[in-house]
Protein backbone atom coordinates (compact mmCIF):
# COMPACT_ATOMS: atom_id res chain seq x y z
CA UNK A 1 0.00 0.00 0.00
CA UNK A 2 2.85 2.48 0.99
CA UNK A 3 4.51 1.63 -2.69
CA UNK A 4 1.14 2.43 -4.56
CA UNK A 5 0.60 5.96 -2.42
CA UNK A 6 4.27 6.91 -3.28
CA UNK A 7 3.18 6.65 -7.23
CA UNK A 8 -0.04 8.18 -6.23
CA UNK A 9 1.86 11.15 -5.28
CA UNK A 10 4.28 10.97 -8.30
CA UNK A 11 1.27 11.30 -10.52
CA UNK A 12 -0.47 13.45 -8.42
CA UNK A 13 2.24 16.33 -8.91
CA UNK A 14 2.91 15.55 -12.39
CA UNK A 15 -0.82 16.40 -13.29
CA UNK A 16 -0.68 18.88 -10.45
CA UNK A 17 2.00 21.03 -12.20
CA UNK A 18 -0.33 21.25 -15.49
CA UNK A 19 -3.15 22.28 -13.94
CA UNK A 20 -0.88 24.68 -12.03
CA UNK A 21 0.41 26.52 -15.09
CA UNK A 22 -3.23 26.60 -16.42
CA UNK A 23 -4.59 28.14 -13.02
CA UNK A 24 -1.35 30.62 -13.31
CA UNK A 25 -2.31 31.51 -17.06
CA UNK A 26 -6.22 32.36 -15.10
CA UNK A 27 -4.65 34.11 -12.73
CA UNK A 28 -2.39 36.38 -14.65
CA UNK A 29 -5.19 37.99 -16.69
CA UNK A 30 -7.31 38.32 -13.56
CA UNK A 31 -4.70 40.07 -11.39
CA UNK A 32 -4.34 42.19 -14.50
CA UNK A 33 -8.07 43.29 -15.82
CA UNK A 34 -10.43 41.58 -12.77
CA UNK A 35 -11.52 39.25 -16.26
CA UNK A 36 -11.55 35.49 -15.66
CA UNK A 37 -10.51 34.19 -19.07
CA UNK A 38 -12.24 31.14 -20.29
CA UNK A 39 -10.46 30.94 -23.27
CA UNK A 40 -7.61 29.66 -21.03
CA UNK A 41 -8.20 25.71 -21.99
CA UNK A 42 -8.00 26.48 -25.57
CA UNK A 43 -4.72 28.00 -25.03
CA UNK A 44 -3.87 24.47 -24.21
CA UNK A 45 -4.94 22.53 -26.78
CA UNK A 46 -4.16 25.29 -29.81
CA UNK A 47 -0.48 24.47 -28.02
CA UNK A 48 -0.49 21.20 -28.43
CA UNK A 49 -1.96 20.74 -31.72
CA UNK A 50 0.01 23.71 -33.62
CA UNK A 51 2.99 21.70 -32.33
CA UNK A 52 1.67 18.28 -33.45
CA UNK A 53 0.40 20.05 -36.63
CA UNK A 54 3.67 21.32 -37.29
CA UNK A 55 5.70 18.15 -36.26
CA UNK A 56 3.27 16.45 -38.98
CA UNK A 57 4.56 19.11 -41.74
CA UNK A 58 8.10 18.03 -41.32
CA UNK A 59 9.46 20.97 -38.81
CA UNK A 60 11.99 19.89 -36.53
CA UNK A 61 10.60 19.03 -32.98
CA UNK A 62 12.90 21.52 -31.14
CA UNK A 63 11.68 24.34 -33.80
CA UNK A 64 8.19 23.21 -33.98
CA UNK A 65 7.55 23.68 -30.12
CA UNK A 66 8.59 27.22 -30.32
CA UNK A 67 6.75 27.74 -33.16
CA UNK A 68 3.63 26.52 -31.67
CA UNK A 69 4.30 28.83 -28.10
CA UNK A 70 4.67 31.88 -30.59
CA UNK A 71 1.47 31.13 -32.15
CA UNK A 72 -0.74 30.65 -29.48
CA UNK A 73 0.91 33.76 -27.64
CA UNK A 74 -0.13 35.65 -31.05
CA UNK A 75 -3.72 34.34 -30.66
CA UNK A 76 -3.60 35.66 -27.05
CA UNK A 77 -2.66 39.17 -28.29
CA UNK A 78 -5.06 38.92 -30.60
CA UNK A 79 -8.07 37.88 -28.56
CA UNK A 80 -7.02 40.80 -26.16
CA UNK A 81 -6.91 43.60 -29.28
CA UNK A 82 -9.83 42.33 -31.54
CA UNK A 83 -11.74 41.03 -28.57
CA UNK A 84 -11.47 42.53 -25.26
CA UNK A 85 -10.24 45.85 -26.19
CA UNK A 86 -13.00 46.89 -28.10
CA UNK A 87 -15.36 45.99 -24.71
CA UNK A 88 -13.31 47.89 -22.49
CA UNK A 89 -15.62 49.94 -20.42
CA UNK A 90 -18.16 47.10 -20.64
CA UNK A 91 -19.06 45.07 -16.99
CA UNK A 92 -16.31 41.85 -15.79
CA UNK A 93 -19.36 39.78 -16.71
CA UNK A 94 -19.84 41.23 -20.18
CA UNK A 95 -15.99 40.42 -20.30
CA UNK A 96 -16.19 37.01 -19.27
CA UNK A 97 -19.06 36.12 -21.50
CA UNK A 98 -16.73 37.38 -24.80
CA UNK A 99 -14.25 34.75 -23.30
CA UNK A 100 -16.39 32.38 -23.39
CA UNK A 101 -17.58 33.04 -26.73
CA UNK A 102 -14.07 33.17 -27.93
CA UNK A 103 -13.41 29.84 -26.08
CA UNK A 104 -16.25 28.24 -28.58
CA UNK A 105 -14.95 29.99 -31.64
CA UNK A 106 -11.48 28.67 -31.35
CA UNK A 107 -12.56 25.13 -30.31
CA UNK A 108 -14.74 25.22 -33.80
CA UNK A 109 -11.52 26.73 -35.54
CA UNK A 110 -9.95 23.77 -34.20
CA UNK A 111 -12.32 21.17 -35.51
CA UNK A 112 -12.16 23.16 -38.87
CA UNK A 113 -8.96 22.76 -38.96
CA UNK A 114 -7.96 19.32 -37.52
CA UNK A 115 -10.87 17.66 -37.67
CA UNK A 116 -12.47 15.42 -34.84
CA UNK A 117 -9.34 12.96 -34.57
CA UNK A 118 -7.28 12.49 -31.62
CA UNK A 119 -3.94 12.93 -31.64
CA UNK A 120 -0.65 12.36 -29.62
CA UNK A 121 3.27 13.62 -29.54
CA UNK A 122 6.36 12.03 -29.45
CA UNK A 123 7.53 12.79 -25.75
CA UNK A 124 10.81 15.31 -25.60
CA UNK A 125 13.21 12.39 -24.22
CA UNK A 126 12.02 9.33 -24.81
CA UNK A 127 10.24 7.01 -22.96
CA UNK A 128 11.55 4.29 -21.03
CA UNK A 129 10.90 4.52 -17.13
CA UNK A 130 12.59 5.89 -14.56
CA UNK A 131 12.73 3.96 -11.07
CA UNK A 132 12.56 6.81 -8.25
CA UNK A 133 12.55 4.77 -5.07
CA UNK A 134 9.27 2.64 -5.22
CA UNK A 135 7.51 5.01 -7.70
CA UNK A 136 8.12 4.63 -11.39
CA UNK A 137 7.78 7.75 -13.82
CA UNK A 138 8.06 8.32 -17.33
CA UNK A 139 10.55 10.77 -18.22
CA UNK A 140 7.75 13.59 -19.83
CA UNK A 141 6.19 13.65 -16.04
CA UNK A 142 10.05 14.88 -15.03
CA UNK A 143 9.66 17.38 -18.01
CA UNK A 144 6.39 18.38 -16.53
CA UNK A 145 7.60 19.16 -13.15
CA UNK A 146 10.75 20.76 -13.69
CA UNK A 147 9.38 23.06 -16.78
CA UNK A 148 6.05 24.30 -14.10
CA UNK A 149 9.35 25.16 -11.17
CA UNK A 150 11.22 26.77 -13.46
CA UNK A 151 8.31 28.93 -15.23
CA UNK A 152 6.58 29.70 -11.96
CA UNK A 153 10.21 30.89 -10.85
CA UNK A 154 10.43 33.29 -14.00
CA UNK A 155 6.61 34.70 -13.50
CA UNK A 156 7.65 35.33 -9.90
CA UNK A 157 10.72 36.67 -10.74
CA UNK A 158 9.17 38.73 -13.38
CA UNK A 159 6.43 40.38 -11.03
CA UNK A 160 8.46 40.78 -8.18
CA UNK A 161 12.01 42.08 -10.01
CA UNK A 162 11.22 43.49 -13.49
CA UNK A 163 9.66 47.08 -14.04
CA UNK A 164 7.33 45.10 -16.77
CA UNK A 165 5.68 43.25 -14.22
CA UNK A 166 5.37 45.67 -11.39
CA UNK A 167 3.24 48.37 -14.19
CA UNK A 168 0.98 45.26 -14.68
CA UNK A 169 0.52 44.58 -11.03
CA UNK A 170 0.10 48.24 -10.65
CA UNK A 171 -2.63 48.04 -13.22
CA UNK A 172 -4.16 44.92 -11.57
CA UNK A 173 -4.39 47.41 -8.15
CA UNK A 174 -6.02 50.57 -9.72
CA UNK A 175 -5.68 50.95 -13.42
CA UNK A 176 -6.87 54.53 -13.23
CA UNK A 177 -3.82 55.73 -10.65
CA UNK A 178 -1.43 53.05 -12.62
CA UNK A 179 -2.01 55.50 -16.26
CA UNK A 180 -1.48 58.70 -14.37
CA UNK A 181 1.38 58.09 -13.06
CA UNK A 182 2.46 57.36 -16.93
CA UNK A 183 1.78 53.29 -17.06
CA UNK A 184 0.70 52.45 -20.61
CA UNK A 185 -2.40 50.48 -19.15
CA UNK A 186 -3.44 48.79 -22.57
CA UNK A 187 -0.34 47.80 -23.17
CA UNK A 188 -0.04 46.36 -19.71
CA UNK A 189 -3.46 44.30 -20.50
CA UNK A 190 -2.18 42.94 -24.31
CA UNK A 191 1.52 41.08 -22.60
CA UNK A 192 -0.79 39.98 -19.99
CA UNK A 193 -2.59 37.96 -22.29
CA UNK A 194 0.13 37.40 -24.35
CA UNK A 195 2.03 35.80 -21.27
CA UNK A 196 -1.29 33.84 -20.36
CA UNK A 197 -1.15 32.30 -23.56
CA UNK A 198 2.33 31.43 -23.80
CA UNK A 199 1.96 29.52 -20.95
CA UNK A 200 -1.50 28.05 -21.77
CA UNK A 201 0.72 27.09 -24.95
CA UNK A 202 3.63 25.64 -23.04
CA UNK A 203 1.30 23.27 -20.55
CA UNK A 204 -0.20 21.72 -23.95
CA UNK A 205 2.97 21.18 -25.21
CA UNK A 206 4.27 19.17 -21.80
CA UNK A 207 1.23 17.23 -21.51
CA UNK A 208 0.59 16.41 -24.95
CA UNK A 209 2.89 13.38 -25.17
CA UNK A 210 1.09 11.53 -21.89
CA UNK A 211 -2.22 11.84 -23.08
CA UNK A 212 -4.55 12.42 -26.34
CA UNK A 213 -5.26 15.89 -27.87
CA UNK A 214 -8.48 16.52 -30.14
CA UNK A 215 -10.20 20.12 -30.74
CA UNK A 216 -12.02 19.88 -27.47
CA UNK A 217 -9.17 18.71 -25.10
CA UNK A 218 -8.95 22.38 -24.18
CA UNK A 219 -12.47 22.27 -22.02
CA UNK A 220 -11.48 20.06 -19.38
CA UNK A 221 -8.24 21.41 -18.67
CA UNK A 222 -9.60 24.72 -18.59
CA UNK A 223 -11.80 23.78 -15.90
CA UNK A 224 -9.49 22.35 -13.94
CA UNK A 225 -6.86 25.05 -14.12
CA UNK A 226 -10.30 27.28 -13.02
CA UNK A 227 -10.65 24.82 -9.90
CA UNK A 228 -6.84 25.09 -9.34
CA UNK A 229 -7.39 29.12 -9.63
CA UNK A 230 -10.74 28.86 -7.18
CA UNK A 231 -8.36 26.37 -4.84
CA UNK A 232 -5.53 28.77 -4.26
CA UNK A 233 -7.42 31.98 -4.24
CA UNK A 234 -7.90 33.92 -7.82
CA UNK A 235 -5.80 37.10 -6.43
CA UNK A 236 -2.89 34.93 -5.57
CA UNK A 237 -0.76 33.44 -8.74
CA UNK A 238 1.43 31.24 -6.28
CA UNK A 239 -1.83 30.42 -4.62
CA UNK A 240 -2.99 29.48 -8.17
CA UNK A 241 0.06 27.32 -8.53
CA UNK A 242 -0.28 25.94 -5.05
CA UNK A 243 -4.04 24.75 -5.91
CA UNK A 244 -3.04 23.11 -8.75
CA UNK A 245 -0.72 20.79 -6.79
CA UNK A 246 -3.22 20.34 -4.27
CA UNK A 247 -5.78 19.77 -6.64
CA UNK A 248 -3.37 16.83 -8.81
CA UNK A 249 -2.75 15.15 -5.20
CA UNK A 250 -6.30 14.85 -4.08
CA UNK A 251 -7.43 13.55 -7.72
CA UNK A 252 -4.88 11.11 -7.81
CA UNK A 253 -4.76 9.68 -4.33
CA UNK A 254 -8.68 10.13 -4.77
CA UNK A 255 -8.84 7.91 -7.71
CA UNK A 256 -6.47 5.36 -6.77
CA UNK A 257 -7.66 4.69 -3.02
CA UNK A 258 -11.58 5.36 -3.37
CA UNK A 259 -12.43 5.23 -7.49
CA UNK A 260 -11.39 6.54 -10.78
CA UNK A 261 -14.58 7.31 -11.54
CA UNK A 262 -15.24 10.05 -9.35
CA UNK A 263 -11.71 11.87 -10.87
CA UNK A 264 -12.92 14.59 -12.71
CA UNK A 265 -15.91 15.01 -10.72
CA UNK A 266 -13.57 15.61 -7.70
CA UNK A 267 -12.05 18.74 -8.82
CA UNK A 268 -15.95 20.36 -9.12
CA UNK A 269 -16.85 18.85 -5.58
CA UNK A 270 -13.80 21.23 -3.99
CA UNK A 271 -14.54 24.32 -6.08
CA UNK A 272 -18.11 24.10 -4.14
CA UNK A 273 -16.67 23.34 -0.93
CA UNK A 274 -13.87 25.97 -0.94
CA UNK A 275 -16.51 28.73 -2.54
CA UNK A 276 -19.18 27.47 0.34
CA UNK A 277 -16.67 27.77 3.16
CA UNK A 278 -13.76 30.07 2.50
CA UNK A 279 -14.53 32.53 -0.89
CA UNK A 280 -11.14 33.79 -0.98
CA UNK A 281 -9.52 30.68 -1.56
CA UNK A 282 -7.17 28.82 0.58
CA UNK A 283 -3.88 31.57 0.06
CA UNK A 284 -5.71 34.45 -1.05
CA UNK A 285 -7.17 37.38 0.92
CA UNK A 286 -10.15 37.33 2.96
CA UNK A 287 -11.35 40.18 1.08
CA UNK A 288 -10.57 42.13 -1.92
CA UNK A 289 -11.47 45.58 -2.95
CA UNK A 290 -11.39 46.59 -6.15
CA UNK A 291 -12.00 50.26 -7.64
Not at 56 to 67: F, I
Not at 123 to 147: D, H, K, R, Y
Not at 215 to 230: N, R
Request: net charge neutral.
Amino acid sequence: MFDQIIQFLVTGLSVGSTYALVGLGFAIIYNASGVVNFAQGEFVMLGAMSAIGLLAAGVPYPLALLVAIAIVTLVGLALNRFAIEPARGASVVATIIITIGASIFLRGAALLIWGKDIFSMAPFSGSEPIEIGSATVVPQNLWIMGVTVGLVLLVRYFFDRTLLGKAILACSCNQTAAQLVGVNVKLMLLTSYGLSAAIGAIAGLLIAPIAFTSFDAGTMLGLKGFSAAILGGMGSSMGAVAGGLVLGLLESLGAGLISSGYKDAMAFVIILAVLFFRPSGLFGHKSVDRV
